[in-house]
């Protein structure tokens, strides 16, 4: 089992930077990828990025590729998100989700937090 919290959300301008943080609890973090989902009002949630824990392994949306980065901690546990020339439609909510690696599924998720760019 993994808990996940996620924090770092804000307010920013567009091509503005922001870091959303994912705290993942658990003695078996390492079993897991972490991905993160955003989801925009009224629209369907999507995949933004996600990391293999023991690997390292990343991978992204085309819509985030080069202006993202997805990273861990291992000394903290935390799953770090790092999003530059933010755009207005990168406005959404955030959630750290967590899939163990044999699955292919996500069903463990934190609770979001909100990241709205200004034009």
């Known amino acids: 089992q993994v808990q996940l919290v996620e924090s770092g959300g804000g307010l920013v301008q567009a091509g503005g930077s922001l870091r959303l943080s994912c705290a993942a609890s658990g003695r078996t973090v390492s079993r897991y990828v972490i991905g993160w989902f955003r989801q925009a009002p009224g629209k369907e949630r999507e995949f933004v990025a996600a990391?293999?824990?023991?690997?390292?392994?990343?991978n992204y949306a085309e819509s985030v590729k080069d202006r993202f980065t997805i990273s861990r901690n291992n000394a903290e546990n935390t799953v770090l998100l790092q999003m530059n020339s933010l755009k207005a439609e990168d406005t959404a909510v955030y959630y750290c989700?967590?899939?163990?690696?044999?699955?292919?599924?996500?069903?463990?998720w934190g609770q979001g937090t909100q990241v709205t760019v200004s034009s």
């Open positions: 989700a967590a899939r163990l690696v044999i699955v292919t599924s996500y069903n463990h």
């Open positions: 990391i293999t824990w023991s690997s390292g392994n990343t």
